[in-house]
């Protein structure tokens, strides 16, 4: 009998050391598309955050964990009273990230696709742009011109986050 609990504690410690490490190295998906209001932070088999608007409120998030699905509307007033805190109130420590930080947070992010497809509205800076426009393509890719009134901006990034943690350890 306590040789089978004995088991069943590690089956269920090996499991759990597995599950941190795949959420560790699990891919995160960044994407944005503006034409289509389509925003989500993913991370790969496991939740989903989507940003989209909503009829009565002007933000809806909505968060998808496994099978479950909860929307948060983060501008609602809350309904709930305040609580008082008794006593007294000790001073925070605001931690702040430094630009380089900040700098090497968004170069660990891979760009897998980056669609940019504008119209400033004015015929001669959309001429004056066109040829930047036109050698940022051939070299870059994802950059377009228009005269029509298009505007578009997709992008899409990944990273782990075991890189984000090595950001802050590191730097």
């Known amino acids: 009998m306590r040789k089978a609990l004995m088991m069943w504690w ?4 090996t499991l ?4 941190g490490i795949y959420l560790l190295f699990a891919p995160l998906v960044l994407f944005m598309d503006t034409k289509n209001h389509t925003y989500f932070i993913k991370l790969k088999g496991l939740a989903k955050v989507s940003f989209e ?30 609580k ?18 900040i700098l090497a947070l968004l170069r660990s992010f891979k760009l897998k696709r980056f669609d940019l497809n504008m119209d400033t509205g004015d015929f001669v800076l959309n001429a004056k ?16 011109i228009n005269f029509q009134g298009n505007n578009r901006l997709v992008l899409m990034a990944s990273n782990r986050p075991i890189n984000i943690i090595k950001v802050f350890v590191n730097t």
């Open 10 to 13: 590690i089956l269920l410690l």
């Open 129 to 144: 742009l066109y040829p930047i426009f036109n050698f940022l393509d051939y070299h870059a890719g994802g950059f377009n």
């Open 53 to 82: 608007p909503d009829k009565l409120e002007v933000l809806k998030i909505k968060l998808r964990v496994a099978f479950m699905n909860f929307d948060f509307y983060p501008l609602r007033k809350s309904h709930r009273p305040k």
């Open 84 to 101: 008082e805190k008794v006593g007294e109130k000790r001073p925070t420590k605001r931690r702040k990230i430094s630009p380089k930080k």
């Open 16 to 19: 759990l050391v597995l599950f």
